[in-house]
């Protein structure tokens, strides 16, 4: 079955921390991995792609690793900001234009 | 073009009414996906249009559920006689068919039914 796994389900940090979130995927075959922002109330934004033969993709404090041979992927957040509460998901796309499978989210909190 | 736009925000009704959300996506998308996350949850694949063609339907996607994109522009996604487990917020995304097939979110329309 295919399905995307995500740690912590929530985590709290003060500003100025780094953190580092969690994605394990059963996903095959596989197209791609995104990482995306979704702040509450709101539709998800896109942070990263990367597809298989990416193993690193930075956007400003964010950076995603992927080891497809593991199936793994980890969204790194430096010297975090207030605004960057929200919850972080993980989807992956089993093959380019379909649905994607996304993951239940990690819920970042940071406080001053 | 501002992007994925939904219509309305938020909608309640009462058990038993029907309602219907609109999508508008970005003009040159030609795909255009329907997703209903929950509290808690990620979005949950419902359906997608490629142009005019609904192409895809979920298992979540009950009789009661239709969605339409007749000129393969907008799209309308209709429940009829609602329950209180149709709450959720309704997302729709587009995209274009070729790279990376990102998807762009819209805002997301809330249903609550009373």
């Known amino acids: 079955k295919n399905q995307v796994e995500q740690s912590p389900q929530s985590l709290i940090i003060l500003e100025g921390k780094n953190c580092t979130l969690q994605?394990?995927?059963?996903?095959?075959?596989?197209?791609?991995l995104r990482w995306y922002k979704q702040d509450t109330g709101r539709g998800p934004v896109s942070l990263t792609i990367?597809?298989?033969?990416?193993n690193t993709k930075s956007n400003g404090r964010y950076t995603a690793t992927l080891d497809a041979d593991t199936k793994q992927s980890s969204l790194h957040i430096t010297a975090s900001q207030l605004s960057d509460s929200a919850s972080y998901i993980c989807?992956?796309?089993?093959?380019?234009?379909?649905?994607?499978?996304f993951g239940k989210g990690t819920t970042l909190s940071v406080s001053s | 073009d501002t992007g994925v736009s939904q219509n309305p925000r938020h909608k309640i009704t009462k058990r038993g009414q029907n309602v219907t959300f609109r999508c508008d996506p970005i003009?040159?998308?030609?795909?255009l996906y329907w997703y209903r996350q929950t509290l808690g949850q990620g979005p949950e694949f419902l359906t997608y249009?490629?142009?005019?063609?609904?192409?895809?339907k979920s298992r979540l996607l009950s009789d009661r559920f239709s969605a339409e994109r007749p000129k393969g522009s907008f799209s309308t996604l209709e429940i009829q006689r609602t329950e209180q487990g149709d709450s959720a917020m309704y997302l729709c995304?587009?995209?274009?068919?070729?790279?990376?097939?990102?998807?762009?979110f819209g805002p997301g329309t809330r249903l609550t039914v009373l």
């Open positions: 995304a587009s995209t274009w068919t070729s790279g990376y097939n990102e998807q762009f």
């Open positions: 990367m597809t298989f033969s990416e």
């Open positions: 003009s040159e998308h030609n795909r």
């Open positions: 989807v992956v796309s089993g093959q380019a234009g379909t649905a994607l499978i």
């Open positions: 249009f490629q142009n005019e063609a609904q192409l895809e």
């Open positions: 994605c394990n995927y059963t996903v095959s075959p596989f197209s791609n």
